[in-house]
């Protein structure tokens, strides 16, 4: 393998990193503050978190967290005092969520402990007008031959990363504002040779990114995989609390679920398969620790290495758990997706829409090609996705 690249920072001005360190955070501290009628001792320390976001420097955990052993193991105890954006990207970004759980009284005793702060934003995506259309076109999926519903859950379930549109059944043959195809790689037909229609198929791991539009698509891909005999069983790995704005938690499968068995037609008949699968054992629902941690899954313990190496596939959606399965790094687009996931226990896929600047097992005529048309927008701008297997 080549020399290993130096890991992203937020410290460049101008660079995507920097601006979600210095005005999503802001932003999102101010719209958490809307999101719930919290009383002054809370947005006391909102605007603490707010004015060390902007001002300050990383703080350590109090010395009574729960979880402070845990975080200084992680980093905590190299990084605080340093600036936000002069440590890895995604440790400040993990970090950050942390903190700001702390700032609502999510883990404290009290009115707000274990209240996501982001349910409301959650909800009114599952409920909105675009899920019931997605849900509805259920029922014309029904009439098309199994390879054709395998493409377009697969899709479906890829670009609600983006979650704008589910059910795509030409999303590889459509163009780009700069004419390149939406899919830089597509290894989908290894993935399915993984998930034969022979049932060979023992365990599938799922480990989901966002709640809502694209949970739902997440779940009906595992209950047609499952109610077909496509695989035995399925895990779907969660976070253990609320994260990166939109990421899903066991609470949002739970209003997944209860979306699907409230609605007409095909998407009732999926939830009731979810729900039979759920009370079965056949579909479990995991929220590990190391789900919120700030590291690439190559330092994952072995607890949890244990839990995906018995899969067939585990397939890691969106663009974060893609950072974390090839290391946010600054890797050359060409280098071996195969080769930087080696110590992934056991097959592996990544189904990403492109929302950073991570990205490997590029080949040199794709990325000159989006290059020439986009220059390096094709890397961020999510109208490009991929679909990458490490057997
Ligand atoms: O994992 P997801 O939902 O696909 O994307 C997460 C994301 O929006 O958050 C980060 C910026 O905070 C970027 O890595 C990425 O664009």
Partial sequence: MQDTPPVILGDEPGSFPYSVLTERHPAIIRQVSEAFPYGPERRAALDALLDDCTKGVIEPLPADAHDRDRWREWGAAAYAGRPWTDVPWLWAESYFYRRLLAAVGYFTPGTWQGVDPFRPAKLAELDSEETDEELAALDDLADLSEPEQDRALLHGSLWGNRADLGFRLSAADGTTPGGTPPLVADDSAALWSLLRPTGTAELLCLVADNAGRELIPDLLLIAHLLTRGRVQRAVLHVKSYPYFV??????????????????????????????????????????????????????????????????????????????????????????????????????????????SEVITGLDAGTEAALTAAEDQRWRTSGTHALIQVRR
């Fill in 246 to 355: 939109s990421d899903a938690t066991p609470a949002d499968v739970l209003d997944a679920l209860r979306r699907l068995r409230s609605a007409q037609g095909e998407a009732r008949a999926y939830g009731d398969a979810l729900w039979a699968a759920l009370t079965d054992g056949r579909l479990a629902v995991r929220a590990h620790p190391f789900s919120c941690a700030p590291l690439p899954y190559e330092r994952m313990p072995d607890d949890f290495r244990g839990e995906f190496a018995p899969a067939t596939v585990t397939v890691l959606k969106g663009d974060l758990n893609y950072r974390r399965l090839v290391g946010d790094r600054k890797w050359p687009p060409t280098t071996s997706f195969a080769d930087v996931t080696a110590y992934f226990p056991g097959p592996v896929a990544a189904v990403r829409t492109l929302k």
